[in-house]
């Protein structure tokens, strides 16, 4: 399993913003929703374990599942692609729909940030991590607002 952050570049803000501690999509992070649901669907090998869209970023706990199916559908080989290769997927997709969407403008930062998962705490902290990020939102690093220009 992998904590995965990925932010649009310059961290600006698209995907909608956060009131009283909770997060408001608006088209552009129904976009990104549809696209996380869209990467589990696509590579069956997938699972998105938790996960926040944030007003510039995503978090997301990914776990890669190395056996697929069952029975003779074990014998069946997947290419399993890695956890860089899922991100652009992902990243990729997302950016063409939201240029269709009529916004140009948009592009994610170059590359993301992941670390491994190595054990149930961390990975209890890291989920509780996600879940609150909405409510901690002023003090996010993530936050343009708390970034020295």
């Given at each position: 399993m992998y904590f995965v952050t990925i932010c649009t570049k310059n961290r600006e803000h698209y995907f909608g913003e956060i009131s009283n501690g909770t997060m408001?999509?608006?088209?552009?992070?129904?976009?990104?929703?549809?696209?996380?649901?869209?990467?589990?669907?696509?590579?069956?090998?997938?699972?998105?374990?938790?996960?926040?869209?944030?007003?510039?970023?995503?978090?997301?706990?990914?776990?890669?599942?190395?056996?697929?199916?069952?029975?003779?559908d074990l014998s069946?080989?997947?290419?399993?692609?890695?956890?860089?290769?899922?991100?652009?997927?992902?990243?990729?997709?997302?950016?063409?729909l939201i240029h269709r969407f009529d916004c140009n403008s948009f592009s994610w930062q170059r590359s993301f940030h992941d670390h491994i998962i190595r054990n149930d705490i961390e990975l209890n902290k890291i989920r509780e991590y996600i879940i609150n990020n909405p409510k901690n939102w002023e003090r996010d690093r993530n936050n343009a607002e708390n970034i020295l220009m």
């Open positions: 408001h999509l608006n088209d552009y992070g129904n976009i990104i929703k549809q696209q996380l649901n869209w990467l589990t669907e696509q590579y069956k090998y997938v699972n998105l374990d938790c996960q926040i869209i944030m007003p510039n970023h995503v978090h997301l706990i990914v776990e890669i599942i190395s056996t697929v199916g069952t029975g003779r069946l080989p997947t290419k399993i692609k890695p956890l860089s290769e899922l991100v652009g997927a992902f990243k990729t997709t997302s950016s063409k």
